[in-house]
């Protein structure tokens, strides 16, 4: 193993110790309407990774307000850090979305995120997902 190599595990390592919430990453299914009823239909979300995360704001991170038809929305960006190795069975994409279903901090449980970019890199300690919340 070249000293590269070693450096990249003890680094994956590490940032596995840092990933203490539970996310679900799912793709959010094509809504329906059932022009019988004249009601909408939604679909099954198909999950595409469930496991530890860790979920952070970025630093830049100050809470932009926007308008979202008739509300006003604060969009803050998130950093959702999950294991390198991971495998999924398909890639995420921007919109789909990420749900915190544990954490050591129970004001995390039930954050929604929604992703906005991916990173790859081979020499990177983790997969980080760039999300956000969208309250």
Request: hydrophobic fraction near 40%; charge should be negative.
């Amino acid at each position: 193993m070249s000293v590269l190599e070693a450096a990249l595990a003890a680094g994956r390592a590490a940032a596995l110790e840092l990933m203490r919430e539970t996310v679900s990453l799912s793709r959010p299914g094509d809504d329906g309407f059932n022009w019988d009823t004249g009601t909408d239909t939604p679909a099954a979300a198909t999950v595409i990774y469930t496991g530890p995360a860790r979920v952070k704001p970025t630093a830049q991170s100050r809470g932009e307000e926007v308008d979202a038809g008739e509300a006003n929305v604060t969009l803050r960006e998130y950093t959702v850090s999950v294991p390198w190795g991971t495998t999924v069975s398909q890639l995420p994409a921007v919109g789909d979305r990420i749900d915190v279903t544990a954490s050591p901090d129970a004001r995390m449980v039930s954050l929604r995120l929604w992703v906005t970019g991916l990173q790859y890199s081979s020499t990177a300690t983790a997969w980080r997902i760039t999300a956000e919340d969208r309250s």
